[in-house]
């Protein structure tokens, strides 16, 4: 009914940057609520940010101030722009609306 598709995953050094998106298809009417998580190795899956209603958002403590998330309705896309990165932010990065989940794009940042 829904599919999600993750891309704009990839290995970067510290202190670098990467933009990823998430584009929504089939049975939705609104991206309103994406959220992003990601999973490390070892880890359980952890909320990073999600949209809310016009142009609010959340994050977690660990990216605010370092990630934003951002929507193109037309597009009915959702991107997740992330500076500053560090190892800690290595992970397979998921997109989420309601109980719909995508295949994940992986993020190596090496020291």
């Known amino acids: 009914q829904v599919q999600l598709v993750e891309s704009g995953g990839g290995l970067v050094q510290a202190g670098g940057s990467l933009r990823l998106s998430c584009a929504a298809s089939g049975s939705i009417f609104s991206i309103n609520g994406m959220a992003w998580y990601r999973q490390a190795v070892g880890k359980q899956r952890e909320f990073v940010a999600r949209?809310?209603?016009?142009?609010?958002?959340s994050y977690a403590n660990s990216v605010k101030g370092r990630f934003a998330v951002f929507r193109d309705n037309a597009k009915n896309t959702v991107y997740l722009q992330m500076n500053s990165l560090n190892p800690e932010d290595t992970a397979v990065y998921y997109c989420n609306i309601m109980s719909f989940w995508g295949q994940g794009t992986q993020v190596t940042v090496s020291s």
């Open positions: 949209l809310g209603t016009g142009s609010g958002a």
